[in-house]
């Protein structure tokens, strides 16, 4: 398996832009997360899902924020309008169960 | 507030040495502990794990030991070599399962 696939890698974009951040789980994992990580507040949950349906989404900072699954095989985050403060890494990762996560590589994003 | 802390940012250690990297917690409902590891523009990669019913678990050269009563765990590297130079995050489970992570240590491994 190719492990967990995000794209884009980098994005950069404007302040009031729509931002769109895709993500696809290895094959049978039936939970998705999505995380954010700054230097300020470090690795932390935005939301997570299970068999595609949004279990917890207590970590989503404000409403600008929105994520999906349509099907087992992807999901999106978007941000909209996005603002220089959602500048982070954003990670998607999978798991089994709730024991091991498997991260992908990451989506470096920068609003200006 | 944070529930897991790591509050080494970096440590540097010869290759061939013991390296050892701690973590703290507050929240004693946290259930299951683990390690990840973190290459620049890679993803947390699991490295080992623990439950809160154990105290120590091994795995070739990495071992995490848990002493409940003090909240805290720790993560030893023998013998330390350089390719282990990474961030180090310690995460601990809740019985919502969500993770709750440190915000890493650098490790440094000098050859």
């Known amino acids: 398996d190719a492990g967990v696939i995000q794209s884009p890698r980098h994005e950069v974009t404007e302040m009031g832009q729509e931002v769109t951040l895709r993500c696809k789980p290895i094959?049978?994992?039936?939970?998705l997360f999505w995380y954010r990580q700054t230097m300020m507040r470090g690795l932390e949950l935005l939301i997570y899902f299970n068999n595609n349906v949004p279990i917890d989404d207590s970590g989503m900072p404000e409403d600008r924020f929105s994520a999906k699954m349509p099907n087992a095989s992807f999901s999106t985050l978007k941000i909209q309008p996005s603002e220089p403060r959602d500048s982070a890494v954003y990670f998607c990762a999978s798991s089994l169960d709730f024991y091991e996560q498997y991260f992908g590589p990451g989506t470096r994003l920068t609003v200006t | 507030d944070q529930q897991v802390k790591q509050n080494s940012p970096s440590l540097s250690v010869q290759e061939g040495r013991i390296s050892i990297l701690n973590c703290d917690y507050t929240?004693?409902?946290?259930?299951?502990f683990l390690w990840y590891k973190k290459y620049p523009a890679e993803g947390p990669t699991f490295l080992i794990s623990?439950?809160?019913?154990?105290d120590k678990n091994e795995d070739g050269r990495f071992t995490v030991f848990l002493n409940k009563s003090a909240k805290h765990l720790s993560l030893h590297i023998v013998p330390s070599q350089p390719g282990d130079s990474a961030v180090y995050f310690c995460?601990?489970?809740?019985?919502?399962?969500?993770?709750?992570f440190g915000k890493g240590t650098l490790l440094t491994v000098n050859p």
């Open positions: 929240n004693s409902m946290f259930d299951y």
């Open positions: 995460a601990a489970r809740s019985s919502n399962y969500k993770l709750t």
């Open positions: 094959s049978g994992h039936d939970y």
């Open positions: 623990i439950s809160s019913i154990k």
